[in-house]
């Protein structure tokens, strides 16, 4: 059977030239590549060197996006051009990690997108996988890791162009030919600094043919004041490959963080993705998935759960460009007070994609009259054999829902806080991970 691939959907996905525009266009993005290019004196690998000249120069090119900009037009990005980021090293002592039991022996810690080894613990891992970091990457994974590193579709997006031109470092987990690693991975991404301070975490993952992980992804503040975090992520999931991949931010609410999240599915493969966005004046995770083969599995899950003057915007787009993939996507969030909320969820079915199954669901709970939601559920469908749905919900707390459980006997305020719980747990009892799926409850009954 031959089968015909569309161009991808994914966005800046396209090599382009760099003649087509003029050099340094935007004096921000050009403020922050010079102010690390200066103060970061660690070199990378030579193999890594014209990869990231490549990325810095596309960045002189390129200019922050603003609400002009159809992908951005609900995303405001003045108030981070209104601060002078720095690199900085935070003090390691003072850093407090919350382990979780699952993964005492199975954690990288990154404070400020370095490596920090005083924080991390690898001693249980099982053979076949590896777990490291860029700097400590043995010689034998080096040519294998050039490959993939920095290769994912979408390379070109502004923000994901800047983490691969000054990231310092990353994490690098890479799973042996049918492996199947019971303990879980935790990936620990701190910000912390005195002054407002700009992080660049990254991590590439590679599960190889017929073998099966799951990780964890944490972002966390190391100290209370505002800082960016900058993230990429790059999944490759060979064929008859499993990943299971939780993401939690749980940044400072006054901090910005922008992630990228670039999947690749080889025929067979399957990925999960729980994601949930707790943190930050402004955040927002850009999910991307690719398909290379035919019957993959991907499923979506995800919560943002904002109050104050938040804004959590979550962009997805899955191109299923092959015959008998299933794709299911609910993404719920819960809004107070007067935190803006955004989802744009894309599923791109080209006509070679016969049989496809795809369904994608936005749920919004408002609990403010001044909370916000803007919503844009999307099918793009060519294919004529396919069984695709798409819907969005925005609702509040219902009364009537709310006096039911009254006349049971309880007051006002534990409905209201029942009634969320419950609207969260359908996302959260996803998560593998015993003990963060707690903790994660405990912070719903507290919101």
Same mark, same amino acid.
Not at 10 to 27: E, F, G
Not at 35 to 41: G, K, L, R
Not at 190 to 202: H, K, L, M
């Given at each position: 059977m031959m089968v015909q691939v569309s161009p991808s959907p994914?966005?800046?996905?396209?090599?382009?030239? @760099? $003649?087509?525009?003029?050099?340094? *266009? !935007?004096?921000y993005l050009t403020g922050l590549l010079n102010?690390?290019?200066?103060?970061?004196?660690t070199l990378p690998p030579s193999w890594l060197q014209d990869v990231k000249k490549t990325a810095a120069n596309w960045v002189r090119h390129s200019t922050l996006p603003n609400?002009?900009?159809?992908?951005?037009?609900?995303? !405001?990005?003045?108030?981070? %051009? #209104?601060?002078?980021?720095?690199?900085?090293?935070?003090? /390691?002592?003072? &850093?407090?990690?919350?382990?979780?039991?699952?993964?005492?022996?199975?954690?990288?810690?990154?404070?400020?997108?370095? =490596?920090?080894? #005083?924080?991390?613990?690898?001693?249980? &891992?099982?053979?076949?996988? @590896?777990?490291?970091?860029?700097s400590n990457l043995p010689a034998e994974y080096t040519e294998k890791t050039k490959e993939y590193l920095a290769q994912a579709e979408g390379a070109l997006e502004v923000f994901t162009a800047l983490n691969t031109a000054i990231a310092a470092d990353a994490a690098v987990i890479w799973v042996s030919k049918n492996v199947i690693v019971?303990?879980?991975?935790?990936?620990?991404?701190?910000?912390?600094?005195?002054?407002? /301070?700009?992080?660049?975490?990254?991590?590439?993952l590679v599960a190889e043919t017929g073998s099966q992980v799951s990780f964890v992804e944490e972002f966390v503040a190391g100290s209370t004041g505002t800082y960016f975090a900058n993230a990429v992520t790059e999944i490759w999931i060979a064929e008859n490959a499993s990943?299971?991949?939780?993401?939690?931010?749980?940044?400072?609410?006054?901090?910005?963080?922008?992630? %990228?999240?670039?999947?690749?599915?080889?025929? =067979?493969?399957?990925?999960?993705c729980n994601a949930i966005a707790l943190g930050a004046k402004l955040s927002r995770h850009n999910l991307e998935i690719l398909q290379t083969g035919e019957q993959t599995e991907t499923t979506l899950n995800g919560l943002a759960m904002i109050k104050g003057?938040?804004?959590?915007? $979550?962009?997805? +787009?899955?191109?299923?460009?092959?015959? =008998?993939?299933?794709?299911?996507? &609910?993404? %719920?969030?819960?809004?107070?007070? %007067?935190?803006?909320?955004?989802?744009n969820g894309k599923v791109f079915v080209p006509k070679p994609a016969q049989e496809t199954n795809a369904a994608q669901l936005n749920r919004n709970l408002l609990l403010s009259s001044k909370a916000r939601v803007d919503t844009k559920p999307q099918l793009e469908i060519t294919a004529d054999n396919v069984k695709c749905a798409h819907g969005a919900t925005v609702s509040q707390?219902? !009364?009537?829902?709310?006096? =039911?459980?009254?006349?049971?006997?309880?007051?006002?305020?534990?409905? *209201?806080? &029942?009634?969320?719980?419950?609207? +969260?747990?359908?996302?959260?009892?996803?998560?593998?991970?015993?003990?963060?799926?707690?903790?994660?409850l405990k912070i719903v009954k507290q919101f």
């Open positions: 994914i966005p800046n996905s396209n090599v382009a030239s @760099l $003649m087509s525009t003029l050099l340094d *266009r !935007d004096s102010t690390v290019e200066t103060q970061n004196v609400n002009h900009d159809e992908e951005w037009r609900f995303t !405001d990005l003045s108030a981070l %051009k #209104k601060i002078n980021f720095t690199i900085a090293t935070a003090n /390691v002592e003072t &850093l407090e990690v919350a382990s979780l039991p699952e993964t005492a022996n199975s954690r990288l810690v990154f404070v400020n997108g370095i =490596y920090e080894p #005083k924080l991390s613990s690898v001693s249980s &891992l099982p053979t076949g996988i @590896l777990v490291t970091n860029l019971d303990t879980v991975i935790h990936l620990v991404f701190i910000s912390a600094g005195e002054n407002p /301070v700009i992080s660049q975490p990254r991590c590439l990943v299971n991949h939780t993401r939690l931010q749980n940044d400072s609410t006054e901090a910005f963080h922008i992630g %990228k999240t670039a999947v690749t599915q080889a025929r =067979y493969s399957r990925y999960t003057e938040q804004t959590a915007d $979550m962009h997805s +787009a899955i191109a299923l460009n092959y015959p =008998y993939g299933v794709s299911n996507q &609910l993404q %719920k969030n819960i809004v107070g007070d %007067k935190a803006h909320a955004i989802f707390l219902e !009364d009537d829902e709310i006096f =039911y459980l009254q006349s049971r006997g309880i007051n006002q305020e534990d409905s *209201r806080n &029942l009634l969320i719980y419950a609207f +969260a747990t359908e996302i959260i009892n996803n998560i593998p991970v015993n003990s963060l799926r707690e903790n994660l």
